[in-house]
């Protein structure tokens, strides 16, 4: 499994306990792990039917003779992988709990989106206008036109017509439609890989590449 949080793949036992707890969903299990790396505990809800053991095991599945469904309650975690790590503090964790949010609560979601969003355009491509709208309007300009599509579509999908506030404070939680939520994540994604993730690729591979001309000795 990868540790939720500090995504490193571990192998490592369970303590599972079965309860005597059964509905139409089937027989209620647990089973808790700790990460041997960074010693975050993960608990997953196990359901099943006819449990056979209990205690230390290697995989939860031995628990029950048939194991239906097996879901992470803790920690929260969201669908979507983190910011990738050559993406600044600030924003991955915008992006990160905006992600997290997304099934609960879209409208909060799409409001950390916009802002993070807004951010990214001011402060990395030196676009500043009056309002959110606009500043697409001038990125659409600048960045490759997968990127650009996605930004036009943001405006689009979440109604900033209609929606004036949506544009001129960007972070305020506002009524979303359909969508707009997990594509405000989407395009966000693409932009940092854009801004961030290309880039730093790039230079990897220079160093690289200057590394293996440098004369040997030198
Ligand atoms: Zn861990």
Redesign the pocket.
């Given at each position: 499994m990868i540790?939720?949080?500090?995504?490193?793949a571990?192998r490592v036992a369970c303590q599972f306990i079965a309860f005597h707890m059964t509905n139409d969903q089937g027989q209620h299990a647990v089973a808790a792990y700790q990460?041997p790396?960074?010693?975050?505990v993960i608990v997953d809800l196990v359901l099943g039917a006819n449990p056979r053991a209990q205690g230390f095991l290697a995989d939860p599945s031995q628990g029950f003779a048939t194991t239906d469904s097996m879901t992470t309650i803790y920690p929260r975690s969201s669908s979507r992988p983190p910011a990738p790590p050559e993406v600044p503090r600030s924003y991955a964790s915008d992006y990160n709990e905006a992600a997290l949010i997304l099934a609960d609560s879209p409208k909060a979601s799409a409001a950390l989106s916009r802002r993070c969003l807004q951010h990214v355009l001011q402060r990395e491509l030196n676009i500043k206008k009056n309002n959110l709208a606009q500043e697409i309007d001038e990125a659409i300009k600048h960045v490759p036109s997968h990127v650009g599509e996605g930004l036009d579509e943001v405006r689009r999908i979440g109604n900033f017509a209609a929606h004036p506030k949506k544009s001129e404070a960007s972070g305020e939680i506002l009524e979303v439609e359909p969508g707009e939520a997990e594509w405000s994540l989407d395009v966000l994604a693409s932009l940092f890989d854009h801004v961030f993730v290309g880039p730093a690729k790039m230079r990897a591979r220079k160093a690289a590449l200057e590394a293996k001309l440098k004369p040997a000795g030198r």
């Open positions: 540790c939720p949080h500090c995504r490193t571990i990460c790396e960074c010693s975050g």
